[in-house]
């Protein structure tokens, strides 16, 4: 992006009209006292709207209506491209020149704009002060490429799909004051293909619903032993001479869930075979959740009482077994349960 500079002649003074007086105070009411430069692209926009241009004057005026430094607002209105920092004409004609647009004729297009207004440069704007021109990147119409953008005090309009004869009228009617219909000039609505581009797809049946007329559907069969797409019922597969002579493997009946038959650490607890009674809700100790409680009641612990009682060699024996890390000491459960069981008790 080339270095953006204010224009070397600026007027004196900047003031906004009553009509975007409005429109500031509309914006700056949207942000905290302490937080209106957040509305200093909006400010630039409104003077841009105003005079076609962002002079050095305004940024000044707007500066002080954000409450921020002058050089900040420089800043912004520098770096985006969409604000003027010098006079333009009446009307500026933005010409795409990005590689889509470039392939379409963005070129001649160009060379029009040269004819008609002035060289790129100082003398993009024409003597009656009527048109201005320049080039920009994409403007995000590329499937009407070429095109380019008219911007006036009354708005921003796309034209498309434009030829170096159609530009050409447009500018000579623009200076005579007549206005020119934006949109693709090919008469096409927005960027649906046009008639002489469309290859595919072009068969009127596809969309008249004749084909789905020639479908016929059969009629549902009361049993489907006559139905040819019915598969045939499958067949008990022959087991083969390997797995006849296999010997089956015994399977071990598997430990209760979530035990090991024999921890083999500390000292096997009292394991119950059903809970006495109503089995106590044991995801009352903290740091036990309804998991850990269903793997202690597969091993047979269904009370406080029970965990009360532990001894520290039983302890790590349940720990060993259901492969607690260390939980019942860490989120200390004998002395839980015994608070526990003694409430359940009381
Ligand atoms: S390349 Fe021209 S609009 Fe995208």
Redesign the pocket.
Known sequence: MSARRIAAEQPDSFAFTKSSEAKVKFWLAKYPEDRKASAVIPLLWIAQKQENWVSEPAMREIAERCGMPYIRVYEVATFYTMFNLEQTGKHLIQV???????LRG?DELKAVCEKKIGKKGREHVSSDGALAWEEVE?????A????VQISNTEGDLYYEDLTPEALEQMLDDLRAGKDVKAGPISGRSCSEPTEATVKTLVDESLYDGSRAKKIKLPNTPKSNDNDPRTPEPSKPQEKSAEMKAKPKAKVKSPAPKGVAADSGAGKKPELLDAPKGQADDLKKLSGLGPKLEASLNDAGVYHFSQIASWSAEEVAWVDAALKLRGRIERDNWIDQAKDLAGKAEG
Do not use: E, K, V, Y
């Open positions: 795409c020149g990005t590689t889509p647009c470039w963005a994409c403007l995000g119409a590329c009407n490429a070429p095109m």
